[in-house]
């Protein structure tokens, strides 16, 4: 059926792609770092090849730097392929051979819409991929609609994102996505849903039905993913301050690298340490980078950032998964879905998240080695003892981690109840005021915290969050 060996549940969840593949909406659920990108390539690659009835298929990415992987994981030399990014200021018009798992393929890359719809006119070939981003599907789909043109079968990775402000009108009932393509699927590892939200992904009227889901404690199981181990550091802040001095955030990232090392010398001597470490702003970011530069050269690591979509940050992140030996990688929010980071032994979490996020940026150490040879993965979550907004949010993240290891509970997903009067989205609680500054709503939002911690405890799952080594 496909050009590569797929594991069982991937080939399950392709399956299930095919026999659906002509019906409305339907949503594909499998666990961070399962290979949801390998479904997606053969997919796309059985859609794009002479047997198949689909001849123009979209990709949808939520960033530039995902959709460039994509774009290199899917291989057809029959098939026209375009990357469209109407948003993007530094992309230019240009003819570019990419160097995909198949070998070597022509991409068009623009933002012009005149160029796009030359390049789409214009081609010789029965079949399109077009590539692009969530800021440009509308304009993308605008394009096809002026020509007349349908995508046959159109993929959301990350689809979660579909239900954030700002793009819950992207698939909504009329809009010039849906009318201008036959099918839709969605793919996603945390499925974001919403209580009393038309846009939420328990929708489905919106979303369609789950056509294929897969648990992670199945896949931890079976050695597809690896278990993580979760540890806290403590950031003990003087009265008076919101935020920690450069220096005492420098102190706690050495303080944890250094725990991360001795982890995983003691549990896979045989691995270098790779960490993630997201910064708790951009601005401190690149201070971290500055001051972490000469210590960590001393220590044998070599460092990198990654905050926007430079080129020098793209530069920086393809060096870095070159590299071979002791390596990190400070970023805000750039690695925190869909990129693939091979190797990956901790993420390092400097910063209070949402539950969904710090999954996806958690489980970034959880992927498999190419070798296989890795044999567990670390999360370190940092967090001010003193401040319980803090100490819930790390409960909060924690309570995350481990309901998404039960096969039968699932936090983000609650009973749909359809609104009478269509307007604004609420605002899902599940995100609400934890990504302000590092704070969390102190009234109804911790009494979502504590549903959680009830749930998971009811379960027989304690936490256990205890403080990592001091000193470095």
């Known amino acids: 059926m496909t050009n590569m060996k797929l594991r069982p549940y991937q080939n399950d969840a392709l ?12 949503i594909i659920c499998m666990p961070t770092r399962s290979g949801k990108s390998v479904v997606i390539k053969e997919f796309i690659s059985l859609c794009l090849s002479d047997t198949s009835s689909i001849s123009v298929a ?3 990415s939520p960033r530039r730097k995902l959709n460039r992987q994509l774009t290199q994981d899917i291989h057809s030399t029959d098939a026209k392929h375009i990357i469209f990014q109407s948003k993007c200021a530094h992309e230019r018009s240009t003819l570019e051979e990419i160097d995909s798992d198949g070998g070597l393929i022509e991409a068009s890359i623009t933002r012009d ?17 077009i590539t692009t981003t969530l800021k440009s ?6 394009v096809f609609a002026e020509l007349g043109l349908r995508a046959d079968i159109v993929i959301f990775d990350e689809a979660h994102n579909l239900v954030s402000a700002g793009n819950e009108q992207i698939i909504s009932e009329g809009s010039v996505v849906r009318t201008n393509s036959a099918a839709r699927r969605y793919f996603t590892a945390t499925m974001k849903g919403a209580r009393t939200s038309d846009y939420g992904m328990n929708n489905t009227a919106r979303f369609g039905p789950i056509i294929f889901k897969v648990s992670p404690s199945y896949l ?8 993580l181990h979760l540890s806290s550091i403590s950031m003990a802040l003087k009265r008076g301050e919101t935020k920690p001095t450069r220096k005492a955030l420098r102190d706690i990232t050495l303080k944890a690298i250094r725990s991360h090392v001795e982890f995983n010398d003691r549990e896979q001597p045989d691995i270098a340490a790779s960490i993630i470490i997201s910064a708790p702003g951009v601005e401190a970011g690149d201070c971290l980078y500055t001051d972490l530069l000469g210590p960590l050269k001393k220590r044998g690591f070599k460092l990198f950032r990654i905050f926007n979509n430079t080129t020098d940050g793209e530069a920086q992140f393809d060096v870095f998964k070159e590299c071979t030996g002791k390596r990190a990688i400070i970023h805000y929010d750039m690695l925190s879905e869909g ?7 901790c993420a390092l979490i400097l910063r209070t998240m949402s539950p969904i996020k710090f999954i996806q940026t958690a489980n970034r150490p959880a992927g498999l080695a190419k070798n296989n040879t890795k044999r567990c993965g ?3 979550i940092m967090h001010n003892p003193a401040d319980i907004n803090s100490e819930n949010g790390v409960n909060t993240m924690v309570a995350a981690a481990e309901a998404l290891r039960a096969e039968d509970y699932d936090p983000f997903i609650e009973d749909y109840e359809p609104t009478e009067e269509k307007g604004s989205p609420e605002e899902d609680t599940d995100d609400a005021g934890l990504e302000k500054g590092g704070q969390v709503d102190t009234t109804g939002n911790n009494l979502k915290h504590a549903e959680y911690i009830n749930k998971i405890e009811e379960r027989g799952l304690k936490f256990n969050i205890p403080n990592i080594a001091p000193g470095f």
């Open 113 to 129: 819409e005149t160029t796009l719809k030359a390049l789409i006119s214009g081609t010789k070939k029965q079949k399109i991929v």
């Open 220 to 227: 931890i199981k079976l050695g597809y993913i690896l278990r």
């Open 137 to 142: 599907v509308e304009v993308l789909f605008t």
């Open 15 to 26: 399956e299930q792609l095919i026999e659906t593949s002509d019906k409305g909406d339907g």
């Open 339 to 345: 990129i693939t980071v091979e190797g990956a032994t």
């Open 58 to 60: 979209v990709v949808v």
């Open 378 to 380: 670390h999360v370190i």
